[in-house]
Every structure is written in structure tokens, then in C-alpha cells.
T-cell receptor, first 113, second 115 residues
Framework: GDSVTQMEGPVTLSEEAFLTINCTYT??????LFWYVQYPGEGLQLLLK?????DKGSNKGFEATYRKETTSFHLEKGSVQVSDSAVYFC????????????FGTGTRLTIIP | GAGVSQSPSNKVTEKGKDVELRCDPI?????LYWYRQRLGQGLEFLIY????????KSGLPSDRFSAERTGESVSTLTIQRTQQEDSAVYLC?????????????FGSGTRLTVV
């Protein structure tokens, strides 16, 4: 079945550091890929997405590129801020008319000033 | 409303009791989803509704779990005869249509603790 594996946290970085959170997936066919973010005290919200190979999703300075050859969708940001502290979830949709998302376990990110 | 609202935010119950968890989706969102997250695990799909019908109930872990939706609005997830392994955060999400590429809007969840 479909699965998503993302790097375990917690991850702690200093402000303005470069961020990478790894995500790899297993799926049949050509899934759509997503990153969701959960800020403290809030619900999960969609951060970015990519629906086909080589697409790059971007939002709020974050980027992720759909790499079919390595089945990966790593999340990156060049210079993190304290306000980026949150839990990040990688997810996929298998696009076979099955509208449920398969999520990774989440990575807690803490940015220190 | 402005977002997806879930109640209660926290629930502690004794093993064997029944619990009801409520979700108010964003007005006009036809699709509604229930997930749960156990400690240290990813989000686990439970059920989704398109309108008031549930095309996919495959994720419900046992017949102790049931869900309904009325008026294409509020949904209730009911867990009967709760067990300790039911302890988790139960998340509700909604979207305009049952198309995951649109992205879901999640509520803040109900943290259920079975003692």
C-alpha cells in the first residue's frame, strides 16, 4: 500500500539557517504530493503541493520538488524564522479516485533566535 | 464559519464508555474527512463524506466506530465501548469537493484519552 516516510524530529535550528526535511514515498502510479504544516494551537493547513513529476511547489519561502526517480519530495527553505516553528507533515494522494491522503508521522521544527 | 470547528477539544473517558466527537466544517464544503493520530504515528484515515453519504468507510478500525453527517454540515464520530488503544487526537477536515489536490482545511482536533 501507499506510504510516506519523513525524517524524524525534533529538528532544532538557529534563525536564518537552511532547512531540509526529507520525505520519500511509496505509491503505485503517479501520486500528488503535499506538505502540510501545523502551527502551535492550530489545525493542519496546506503549505504546498505538486501534482506531477518535476513540479516544484512553493509557498512562504518553502519549496519542494517532486522527484519521481528518487520518489522524494523534500521540503527546503533558505533562511528560517522563529515563526516557522511548527510540525510539518508530508502526504500523498494516489489519484485513483480515492480522495484520502496518506500522511507521514510529522517532523517537529523549532527555530531558536 | 471561518474554519473547521471540533468539539470537545479534550475528552477524558473511562474504558467501556461511549464518546461522541463533533465536527463543524466550513460552510459550503461538501467533503468532510475524519483522521486520527496516535502518539508518535502519522495521520490515519478513518472515513470521508461526500455530502451526507460515506463512499469510503474502509478506515474505520472496528465496528465500535461509526460516523454520520446530516444536512451536509455537522458530522459526529461515535466510539462505543472505548478502549485504551482508542486514545488519540481525532482530526476533522473539509474541502469544497472530494478532491485531495485542492487541499483540506483541518480543525484543531479532539484529544481523546481513555483511562
Amino acid at each position: 500500500g501507499d506510504s510516506v516516510t519523513q525524517m524524524e524530529g525534533p529538528v532544532t535550528l538557529s534563525e536564518e539557517a537552511f532547512l531540509t526535511i526529507n520525505c520519500t514515498y511509496t505509491a503505485t502510479g503517479y501520486p500528488s504530493l503535499f506538505w502540510y504544516v501545523q502551527y502551535p494551537g492550530e489545525g493542519l493547513q496546506l503549505l504546498l503541493k505538486a501534482t506531477k513529476a518535476d513540479d516544484k511547489g512553493s509557498n512562504k519561502g518553502f519549496e519542494a520538488t517532486y522527484r519521481k526517480e528518487t520518489t522524494s519530495f523534500h521540503l527546503e527553505k533558505g533562511s528560517v524564522q522563529v515563526s516557522d516553528s511548527a510540525v510539518y507533515f508530508c502526504a500523498l494522494s494516489d489519484n485513483f479516485g480515492n480522495e484520502k491522503l496518506t500522511f507521514g508521522t510529522g517532523t517537529r521544527l523549532t527555530i531558536i533566535p | 464559519g471561518a474554519g473547521v470547528s471540533q468539539s470537545p477539544s479534550n475528552k477524558v473517558t473511562e474504558k467501556g464508555k461511549d464518546v461522541e466527537l463533533r465536527c463543524d466544517p466550513i460552510s459550503g464544503h461538501t467533503a468532510l474527512y475524519w483522521y486520527r493520530q496516535r502518539l508518535g504515528q502519522g495521520l490515519e484515515f478513518l472515513i470521508y463524506f461526500q455530502g451526507n453519504s460515506a463512499p469510503d468507510k474502509s478506515g474505520l478500525p472496528s465496528d465500535r466506530f461509526s460516523a454520520e453527517r446530516t444536512g451536509e454540515s455537522v458530522s459526529t464520530l461515535t466510539i462505543q465501548r472505548t478502549q485504551q488503544e482508542d486514545s488519540a487526537v481525532y482530526l476533522c477536515a473539509s474541502s469544497l469537493e472530494a478532491d485531495s489536490s485542492l487541499g483540506y482545511t483541518f480543525g484543531s482536533g479532539t484529544r481523546l484519552t481513555v483511562v
